[in-house]
């Protein structure tokens, strides 16, 4: 909004000219989202409270969660409250792209908000059914498939990282790979969140490698000069990418360890969505796979766990799944899983930035 009020008046005031670029859009939309996450959080925390959103634990799991029992759940709303508006004050809001990542961000967060709700109403930590999620989140990520396949600027090339003239064109076949990488990324970034900081640490910095790939690739001179794919108009989602990044920090304020809030399947969903969605509109895909390793790891240690247990007939690989409760049950203190995980993230999006370099 800010954008379109105050961009025009650059001839009133020639340093409203300062409005059309995006890293000025982006830093404040960084500082924007974050100040108001700042603001509503202890009155958001008190009202889930207030409205008993208490989250149950899970009787198998360890010990040391049973501490936890009633710390309020559903955080994620003030994440996507925070990022919304931050979005709407600072981007162009004519752009195709944020009003996907918008759209994303509301249908996975709905899912989310649904199966937390039936968590407390149900007062037991299962909430929706596999299927149920599963069956919503692919219709949501065909939507925005289907949004993205039908969009003039957008090609359905796959980018191969380190391969730069390796683009093959997926035509229809994008669908399903879309569908997959958002569908997938959001169970991934849900099944992570199971210690205070271990979802948003990794997703914030996801977020900000992102939000400098989207600025690349919608400039066409520095996309020519890295040999990455150009997207037209697919710059303003550095905004949109700031602002989780703003929302990311101010909701980690609270979700640090000891947590006083747990942001709930409506902040995972919604966040592994964004994630999915984001680095197939930037066309840097395959590359999800290093920037956001951590979930990767997440995931396949849970597909493993539950593959050789039933082949075993009931031995494990891990002390349990997912791994972060693997090195909890070694002895290693919560807090130093969680910044050890940080660690990872940050090294991962570091080799992905070498990745455009390295082609
Ligand atoms: C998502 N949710 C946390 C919180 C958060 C197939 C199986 C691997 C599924 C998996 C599962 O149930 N995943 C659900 C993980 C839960 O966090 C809530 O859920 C939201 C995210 N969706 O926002 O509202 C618990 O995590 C802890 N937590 C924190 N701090 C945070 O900031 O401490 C969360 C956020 C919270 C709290 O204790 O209650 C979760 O872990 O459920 N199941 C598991 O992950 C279970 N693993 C398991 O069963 N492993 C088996 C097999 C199936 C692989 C094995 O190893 O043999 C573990 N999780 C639980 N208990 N709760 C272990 C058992």
């Known amino acids: 909004m800010l954008y379109h009020l105050l961009y025009p008046l650059k001839t009133v005031f020639g340093g409203f000219n300062v409005f059309r670029y995006l890293t000025f859009r982006s830093i404040f939309a960084v500082l924007t989202a974050l100040f108001i996450c700042l603001i509503i959080g202890p009155w958001v925390i008190r009202k889930l409270k207030e409205l008993s959103f208490g989250q149950y634990i899970r009787e198998d799991g360890p010990q ?9 759940t559903m955080g994620g709303l003030m994440i996507l409250f925070s990022m919304v ?34 968590k407390v109403i149900k007062k037991h930590n299962r909430g929706l059914s596999g299927k149920a999620k599963l069956f919503w989140q692919s219709v949501v990520a065909t939507l925005v498939a289907l949004a ?26 994008f669908l399903p790979v879309a569908v997959f990488i958002i569908v997938g990324t ?8 199971g210690l205070d900081g271990l979802a948003i640490g990794p997703v914030t910095i996801a977020a900000a490698f992102y939000l400098i790939f989207a600025y690349l690739a919608g400039n066409a001179r520095i996309a020519a000069y890295l040999q990455i794919p150009f997207v037209r108009g697919v710059g303003e ?23 006083q809030v747990f942001m709930g399947d409506v902040g995972a969903l919604a966040l592994g969505g964004i994630l999915g969605t984001a680095a197939i509109a930037v066309k840097q895909e395959i590359l999800l796979m290093v920037v956001g390793g951590l979930f990767v790891v997440e995931a396949l240690s849970v597909i493993m766990q539950v593959c050789f247990f039933k082949v075993t007939n009931g031995r494990r690989i891990f002390r349990m799944a997912p791994i972060h409760h ?12 969680i910044v050890r995980f940080w660690i990872i993230s940050l090294v991962l999006g570091l080799l992905s930035l070498s990745a455009l370099k390295l082609r």
């Not at 931050?86 to 944020?98: G, H, Q």
């Not at 905004?239 to 947590?259: E, K, R």
């Not at 693997?326 to 899983?337: A, I, M, R, S, T």
């Open 186 to 193: 959001a169970n991934a970034v849900n099944l992570t969140d």
């Open 326 to 337: 693997h090195f909890e049950l070694k002895g290693w203190p919560e807090p130093k899983v």
């Open 148 to 173: 993205l396949y039908l969009y003039p600027d957008f090609e359905t090339t796959l980018t191969v990282p380190f391969f730069k003239d390796l683009n093959p064109n997926l035509g229809l076949a």
């Open 237 to 259: 989602l550095s905004i949109f990418l700031a602002a989780l990044v703003g929302a990311g920090i101010g909701f980690l304020w609270f979700n640090a360890y000891p947590a």
């Open 85 to 118: 508006v931050t979005t709407l004050l600072w981007a162009d809001l004519t752009n195709f792209y944020i009003w996907l990542l918008i759209g994303v961000s509301l249908g996975f967060g709905a899912i989310g908000f649904w199966d937390d709700y039936l």
């Open 64 to 72: 040391s969660h049973h501490q936890k029992a009633g710390t309020p």
